[in-house]
Protein backbone atom coordinates (compact mmCIF):
# COMPACT_ATOMS: atom_id res chain seq x y z
CA UNK A 1 0.00 0.00 0.00
CA UNK A 2 1.46 3.51 -0.91
CA UNK A 3 1.23 6.02 1.58
CA UNK A 4 0.42 9.70 1.13
CA UNK A 5 3.98 10.63 1.32
CA UNK A 6 5.26 7.90 -0.82
CA UNK A 7 2.79 9.41 -3.36
CA UNK A 8 3.64 12.76 -3.16
CA UNK A 9 7.31 12.26 -3.08
CA UNK A 10 6.57 9.94 -6.42
CA UNK A 11 4.79 13.06 -7.58
CA UNK A 12 7.79 15.25 -7.21
CA UNK A 13 10.56 12.41 -8.91
CA UNK A 14 8.20 12.40 -11.80
CA UNK A 15 7.65 16.05 -12.28
CA UNK A 16 11.49 16.78 -11.57
CA UNK A 17 12.07 13.94 -14.23
CA UNK A 18 9.80 16.07 -16.51
CA UNK A 19 11.62 19.54 -15.92
CA UNK A 20 14.91 17.63 -16.96
CA UNK A 21 12.95 16.11 -20.38
CA UNK A 22 11.60 19.56 -21.08
CA UNK A 23 15.43 21.22 -20.40
CA UNK A 24 17.04 19.30 -22.37
CA UNK A 25 14.35 19.15 -25.42
CA UNK A 26 14.37 23.22 -25.12
CA UNK A 27 18.47 23.53 -25.44
CA UNK A 28 18.77 20.96 -28.23
CA UNK A 29 15.92 23.18 -29.97
CA UNK A 30 18.07 26.20 -28.86
CA UNK A 31 14.50 27.31 -27.76
CA UNK A 32 15.45 30.11 -25.46
CA UNK A 33 11.77 30.99 -23.94
CA UNK A 34 11.56 26.99 -23.31
CA UNK A 35 14.86 26.83 -22.06
CA UNK A 36 14.14 29.52 -19.69
CA UNK A 37 10.69 28.05 -18.19
CA UNK A 38 12.44 24.92 -17.32
CA UNK A 39 14.56 27.37 -14.53
CA UNK A 40 13.96 29.37 -11.88
CA UNK A 41 15.76 32.75 -11.56
CA UNK A 42 17.78 33.55 -10.19
CA UNK A 43 19.88 30.48 -11.77
CA UNK A 44 22.79 29.28 -9.56
CA UNK A 45 25.56 27.24 -11.19
CA UNK A 46 28.73 25.94 -9.54
CA UNK A 47 31.10 24.74 -12.14
CA UNK A 48 34.15 23.24 -10.60
CA UNK A 49 34.71 26.32 -8.08
CA UNK A 50 33.30 29.05 -10.08
CA UNK A 51 30.05 30.30 -9.08
CA UNK A 52 27.52 31.55 -11.39
CA UNK A 53 24.50 33.32 -10.66
CA UNK A 54 22.03 34.25 -13.83
CA UNK A 55 19.02 36.98 -12.26
CA UNK A 56 17.42 36.61 -15.30
CA UNK A 57 16.83 34.65 -18.64
CA UNK A 58 18.30 37.01 -20.38
CA UNK A 59 21.90 36.20 -21.14
CA UNK A 60 20.91 32.46 -20.13
CA UNK A 61 21.55 30.70 -23.23
CA UNK A 62 24.45 33.07 -24.49
CA UNK A 63 26.40 32.17 -22.01
CA UNK A 64 25.40 28.18 -22.78
CA UNK A 65 26.21 28.80 -26.23
CA UNK A 66 29.66 30.50 -25.02
CA UNK A 67 30.60 27.49 -22.74
CA UNK A 68 29.20 24.72 -25.05
CA UNK A 69 31.68 26.04 -27.72
CA UNK A 70 31.59 26.08 -31.49
CA UNK A 71 31.21 22.24 -32.19
CA UNK A 72 28.21 22.06 -29.88
CA UNK A 73 25.07 20.68 -31.98
CA UNK A 74 22.78 18.80 -29.06
CA UNK A 75 23.35 17.23 -25.61
CA UNK A 76 21.61 14.13 -24.28
CA UNK A 77 20.98 12.97 -20.51
CA UNK A 78 22.97 9.68 -20.29
CA UNK A 79 21.34 8.48 -16.92
CA UNK A 80 19.20 10.53 -14.37
CA UNK A 81 19.74 9.03 -10.74
CA UNK A 82 17.14 10.01 -7.72
CA UNK A 83 19.31 11.01 -4.78
CA UNK A 84 16.61 12.44 -2.16
CA UNK A 85 13.25 13.63 -2.68
CA UNK A 86 10.78 15.74 -0.74
CA UNK A 87 7.04 17.33 -1.98
CA UNK A 88 8.91 20.40 -2.89
CA UNK A 89 12.65 19.94 -3.55
CA UNK A 90 14.25 17.19 -5.76
CA UNK A 91 18.16 16.18 -6.62
CA UNK A 92 18.82 14.61 -9.63
CA UNK A 93 22.50 13.38 -10.26
CA UNK A 94 22.74 13.17 -14.76
CA UNK A 95 25.52 12.27 -16.35
CA UNK A 96 24.78 15.00 -19.36
CA UNK A 97 26.65 14.50 -22.82
CA UNK A 98 27.09 16.87 -25.20
CA UNK A 99 28.12 16.12 -29.04
CA UNK A 100 29.18 17.49 -32.45
CA UNK A 101 27.09 17.45 -35.62
CA UNK A 102 27.93 14.14 -36.80
CA UNK A 103 27.53 12.67 -33.09
CA UNK A 104 30.80 12.64 -31.94
CA UNK A 105 31.62 12.80 -28.15
CA UNK A 106 32.38 16.70 -27.46
CA UNK A 107 32.50 15.91 -23.79
CA UNK A 108 30.64 14.05 -20.83
CA UNK A 109 30.26 14.83 -16.90
CA UNK A 110 28.29 14.52 -13.91
CA UNK A 111 25.74 17.45 -12.35
CA UNK A 112 23.48 17.54 -9.64
CA UNK A 113 20.16 19.25 -10.50
CA UNK A 114 18.00 20.71 -7.73
CA UNK A 115 14.97 20.92 -8.83
CA UNK A 116 11.93 22.89 -6.64
CA UNK A 117 8.63 23.85 -6.75
CA UNK A 118 7.95 27.78 -6.19
CA UNK A 119 4.45 28.98 -6.59
CA UNK A 120 3.39 25.50 -8.11
CA UNK A 121 5.86 25.55 -10.96
CA UNK A 122 8.43 22.95 -11.01
CA UNK A 123 11.81 24.08 -12.60
CA UNK A 124 15.71 23.83 -11.70
CA UNK A 125 17.01 26.07 -9.12
CA UNK A 126 20.55 25.38 -8.88
CA UNK A 127 23.48 23.02 -10.74
CA UNK A 128 26.50 21.80 -9.49
CA UNK A 129 28.71 20.00 -12.39
CA UNK A 130 31.85 18.69 -13.32
CA UNK A 131 32.26 20.42 -16.56
CA UNK A 132 35.18 21.88 -17.80
CA UNK A 133 33.39 25.01 -18.77
Do not use: F, P, Q, S
Given at each position: MMTRE???TDRAVAAAKAVMQAHITALNSRDQAA??????FPHVRLSGTTLKIWDSEDTYFADFLA???GDWHHSAFA?????RAAADKVHLDAEIRRFAADGSLITSFRS???I???AGRWAAKMRSSFAAA
Open positions: TDIIAATLHRAGDIRLLLWVTCE
